[in-house]
């Protein structure tokens, strides 16, 4: 019988088999050096931000879009375009990425974890929940370029949506983020947020210099937006490509791994409640704050989902079916062998993939 890697034997790949994400071709060559031709290199006007704005607004099904020069941004935006500050709480699912916290403490607010369904990962009548009690709604889309759920887009069914264009994601300008909403006042403020807070001449539509909030300089960069709406131009063909692998084997070669290994309120950052410059805001601006705790043993279901769960990396374009059929001969090869694979349960391996499958590290 063919050998586990695991127990001695010889891998079935090796990582350098494994080609880099995103997929950069002439076309994205041809989208940067656009770039130089124009002659803009950054401003919130400038045509590549416009024209993603325009053309990722018009893909989800929104009136309004912002770029960012992250998802964190996006979703910090979201929450200051709603007037989120001191004194208010924000519900946060507990099986999710920091930043849809910490997002939360940048508006000086206080996070409030919620823990997740256990058989779909989320809470379906959320909506139905939030329009009863009059709470609005951000969608932490960040990962979900081109999902859908029923016959719409994510990020096109509440009152804002944040996405990122990090090299990870499937929508990807190497950096940046995406926000999304219909609401023309939100448009507008999350529009100075996005800048210094400057207010702008209704006549001749240019800055007065004059901050009347405060903004956090969030603007995208013209490359980065080229990158990605040259991206965009394939999203859904990458989209359809993708395979979902569920479970594999790292040491036979597999870029599989782990990212969230514990629900976002056991991190030290709520167990401490130090907050920014350790002052122990914002929880300590208020009496309900400071009896809030977070006891990781609250969420279940998420702890669960962090034991469960497996990130599978590579399988992206331009890896084809030839590395798909060695990925698949390696999950073949230890489900047939569960016993021997069992008996290195407790090995010292850390199953994690390189930041280099992203071009990055």
């Not at 409640?273 to 704050?289: D, I, Q, V």
């Amino acid at each position: 019988m063919d050998k586990l890697a695991i127990d001695g034997g010889k891998p079935v790949l090796r990582g350098e088999e494994v080609m880099p994400w995103p997929v950069l071709d002439e076309r994205d060559r041809e989208a940067v050096l656009r770039v130089f031709d124009n002659g803009y290199l950054c401003g919130p006007d400038a045509p590549e931000v416009r024209g993603l704005e325009a053309e990722w607004g018009d893909y989800v099904g929104r009136k309004h879009c912002l770029t960012t020069n992250s998802g964190t941004a996006a979703l910090h935006m979201a929450l200051s375009a709603l007037n989120i500050g001191p004194g208010d709480e924000v519900l946060v699912p507990s099986y999710t990425f920091l930043a849809s916290a910490s997002c939360v403490l940048h508006a000086s607010a206080v996070p409030v974890f919620v823990d997740v369904d256990r058989r779909t990962c989320t809470m379906d009548p959320v909506v139905d929940i939030a329009r009863k009690h009059k709470l609005y709604i951000i969608e932490d889309a960040c990962q979900a370029h081109g999902a859908e759920y029923g016959e719409k887009k994510v990020g096109s069914f509440v009152d804002l949506a944040a996405f990122s264009l990090n090299s990870s994601k499937n929508l990807t300008g190497g950096e940046g983020g995406l926000l999304v909403m219909d609401d023309d006042q939100y448009y507008m403020r999350a529009k100075m947020l996005r800048m210094f807070g400057d207010e702008i001449d209704d006549e001749t539509q240019l800055r007065k210099y004059n901050a009347s909030i405060l903004g956090y300089q969030y603007r995208n960069l013209e490359m980065p937006a080229a990158l990605a709406r040259s991206q965009l131009q394939r999203l859904d063909e990458y989209n359809d490509w993708r395979i979902a692998v569920e479970k594999a084997l790292f040491k036979e070669g597999v870029q599989v791994g782990q990212w969230q290994t514990m629900p976002v309120p056991a991190q030290d950052l709520f167990q401490t409640k130090k907050g920014p410059s350790a002052s122990g805001y914002p929880w300590s601006f208020t009496e309900a704050g400071k009896k809030i705790r977070y006891r990781a043993e609250d969420y279940p279901n998420a702890i669960d989902f962090c034991k469960r769960y497996t990130v599978v990396a590579g399988i992206h374009p331009p890896n084809d079916k030839e590395l798909m059929a060695k990925y698949a001969r390696a999950f073949k090869r230890g489900f047939a062998q569960l016993n021997t694979v069992m008996e290195h349960a407790d090995d010292e391996i850390v199953a994690h993939y390189t930041g280099k499958i992203f071009r990055a590290e």
